[in-house]
């Protein structure tokens, strides 16, 4: 058991008979009244997003977890199967097991969460960011902007990321995958 004090981003709790990951809290402590934790939860089951709070001190059922590296191999459609790198055994996890599926290439290394109990994997942790080449964007046309517009490039993986008007096809540009957005231009 663990308590409101020990929350922190990326810890899996039992709730509500499902397993969640916390993504964001903020500990608040108003001038009047009791101290509180105010959290968003995901759930690593179904992929839903809940926002909770915990009052301070209320005792939650952490879930032990290993975290393990995997490498992406491919999708089928239905399935994204991963190996692990350290003893080539092979999983497959469901589409709402993934934070951003669409920025998977494959051969990227991720770090899968397992709960210890079961040996079940429970969510796939992507890098903070990847590389990308894009395959198809509309030809950026100078004068006819403000200031910062973007423009559609769809990537290899085929996600869809905004993009500033000087990204052509062929560019690699580095994307965040935490909000899949637009982050650098990688020049060879």
Not at 70 to 84: A, K, W
């Amino acid at each position: 058991m663990a308590s409101t004090s020990d929350i922190r981003n990326g810890l899996c709790i039992r709730y509500n008979h499902d397993i969640f990951k916390v993504i964001e809290f903020l500990h608040v402590k108003p001038g009047k009244g009791p101290a509180f934790v105010r959290t968003k939860l995901k759930s690593v089951t179904t992929g839903k997003v809940i926002d909770n709070t915990f009052s301070a001190g209320h005792k939650i059922e952490d879930v032990r977890v290993e975290t393990h590296k995997f490498q992406f191999l491919y999708n089928d459609g239905e399935f994204y199967h991963f190996m692990n790198t350290e003893d080539y055994t092979q999983i497959r996890l469901t589409e709402n097991a993934l934070d951003a599926p669409g920025l998977l290439k494959e051969g990227e290394v991720v770090t899968i969460l397992i709960n210890t109990e079961d040996q079940m994997p429970l969510s796939v942790e992507m890098p903070a960011s990847v590389v990308l080449e894009v395959t198809h964007t509309e030809p950026g046309v100078k004068g006819n902007t403000a200031t910062n517009a973007t423009k559609p490039a769809t990537v290899e993986t085929g996600a869809e990321v905004n993009v500033p008007l000087f990204i052509n096809e062929g560019d690699k540009i580095r994307i965040e995958t935490e909000k899949g957005t637009y982050k650098e231009r990688i020049k060879e």
